[in-house]
C-alpha cells in the first residue's frame, strides 16, 4: 500500500535521484530487506533476469505499454486479441469515485483504480462494506500517479478511472497463473499459497514440471495439479505477450474456465529475489536483450 507519505517521498526523490540509481537502490534494498543476496544491479551489461528487467524498465519503451498498463484500456487490447469471453464481465467504469452510486452496485462486486497496481477493493457482502473507508481509499488513489513508485514508464500519463467488475466465485480457492513470457513463448508459470497466511510460491515449466526455485517468498511445498485448460492458458498468453520482448500475462482459473487478469511489463520491478541466488541468472540466460 502507498502511503500519502511514501508517494510524497517518491515523488521528490525523481527531482534528486536518475531512473538508474533510483532502480540499483531498489534492487539492493529488496534484495537486503528479505534476507537474500543483494548485490548491486549492473545495468551496462545486466546478466541476471532482475538486472534486465531494470534495463527493459531503463531503456525498453513500446507503444503498448500504457494500454496494457491501463486496467480500462487493456480490456480492449484483449478482446481484440482473444475475445472478450475472456474478460471478467464488467459492471461499470466511473470517472472519478465521486461518481460512483454504491446503491445500484449488487451485492457482490470488486473496484479497482485503471492507474495502478495492488489497488482494489473487494467486495463480498455490500451490506458489510464500509462505504466511507472505500470512497477515502479511492479518493486518495486518484491523486496517485504510479508510475513514481517504481519509475515504471507504462503507468505515466494514464487518466484515472474506476472499474467496477463482477466478483469471481469459484468452487475451490482462486486459482491464479501468472506466465511469464519471452519473446512471446511462455517458458514458466508462477502460483502462489496462502497469500493472507504464510505466502508461499512455485514456479512450474509448460510441461508442469515443478521448478527448484521461487522469488520473494518462500518455495512451496503445496503442489498445484495440471491445470484441466492448460494448454489453451499456454496459448492465451502467448497470443498477448507475443508484441513484448518480456511480460507476465496473469489469468484465473475459475470452475475450469480461464479468465484474464493483467499484463505486466516488469515482474517485481525487477527487485525480487530469487531463491536460490543463482536462478537469477539462469532465468536471465533466456532474456535476450539487445545492449
Known amino acids: 500500500m502507498i502511503t500519502k507519505r511514501k508517494y510524497q517521498l517518491y515523488k521528490f526523490s525523481k527531482k534528486i535521484i536518475s531512473d538508474k540509481l533510483y532502480y540499483q537502490i531498489q534492487h539492493y534494498y529488496m534484495h537486503k530487506r528479505y534476507g537474500k543476496k543483494a548485490y548491486w544491479a549492473n545495468l551496462e551489461n545486466p546478466q541476471t533476469f532482475n538486472e534486465k528487467i531494470l534495463w527493459l524498465k531503463l531503456n525498453y519503451r513500446n507503444e503498448l505499454g500504457n494500454i496494457v498498463a491501463d486496467k480500462y484500456a487493456v480490456r480492449e487490447y484483449v478482446s481484440q486479441r482473444i475475445g ?27 473496484l479497482k483504480p485503471n492507474h495502478g497496481s495492488g489497488m ?12 466511507d473507508e472505500a470512497m477515502k481509499k479511492l479518493l486518495s488513489w486518484e491523486k496517485i500517479n504510479y508510475y513514481y513508485h517504481g519509475r515504471e514508464w507504462q503507468y505515466d500519463g494514464i487518466k484515472p478511472l474506476v472499474v467496477c467488475e463482477e466478483m469471481l466465485e469459484s468452487d475451490e480457492p482462486l486459482a491464479d497463473f501468472k506466465f511469464f513470457c519471452f519473446n512471446g513463448v511462455p517458458k514458466y508459470v508462477q502460483v502462489d499459497f496462502d497469500r493472507f497466511t504464510y505466502h508461499t510460491r512455485a514456479f ?14 518462500p518455495l512451496s511445498e503445496k503442489e498445484m495439479p495440471v491445470p484441466f485448460n492448460l494448454k489453451e492458458m499456454k496459448e492465451i498468453a ?16 475459475v470452475n475450469n474456465k480461464v479468465y484474464f487478469g493483467e499484463i505486466t511489463l516488469h515482474h517485481g520491478g525487477g527487485n525480487e529475489p530469487f531463491n536460490p541466488f543463482e536462478y537469477d541468472k539462469q532465468i536471465g540466460n533466456e532474456l535476450f536483450i539487445e545492449h
Not at 512450474?204 to 517468498?217: A, E
Open 204 to 217: 512450474y515449466d509448460m510441461s508442469w514440471k515443478k521448478q527448484k526455485f521461487s522469488t520473494l517468498y
Open 120 to 131: 482494489v477493493i473487494l467486495c463480498n457482502n455490500k451490506t458489510e462494506l464500509n462505504r
Open 238 to 253: 502467448s497470443t498477448l505477450s507475443k508484441d513484448f520482448i518480456f511480460t507476465r500475462v496473469d489469468l484465473y482459473n
Open 84 to 110: 472478450e469471453k475472456y474478460l471478467i464481465p464488467m459492471i461499470n467504469v466511473f470517472p472519478s469515485p465521486l461518481n460512483i452510486d454504491f446503491n445500484k452496485l449488487p451485492n457482490k462486486f470488486v
